[in-house]
């Protein structure tokens, strides 16, 4: 069992071309625009195999608006490589 470990998360992260808060539509992202905070948060379950590799599957929830509005839905990532 030492090799299963668990993991909680939350990041954001802002993006602005001219002024801070000027809304402008990113050509190649649907859906997120400049000028708005958005984020996420969730749990995960980390196993390490081989030493130096992971499986990890994270599930959690998208933020929109500086935090203010979430996703009606958990997302879910398989993920298998390294961990740091």
Partial sequence: IANIRGA??????????????????LPLVSGVTTG??????????RVN???GFVLRYD????FYNGFRDRS?????????????
């Fill in 36 to 45: 708005q905070t958005i984020g996420s948060a969730g749990l995960g379950l």
């Fill in 8 to 25: 909680a998360f939350v990041d954001a992260a802002h993006v602005w071309n001219r002024g801070y808060s000027d809304r402008e539509n």
């Fill in 72 to 84: 009606d839905h958990l997302f879910k990532q398989f993920f298998f490589g390294w961990d740091f």
């Fill in 49 to 51: 195999i081989f030493g």
């Fill in 59 to 62: 599930i959690g929830y998208r």
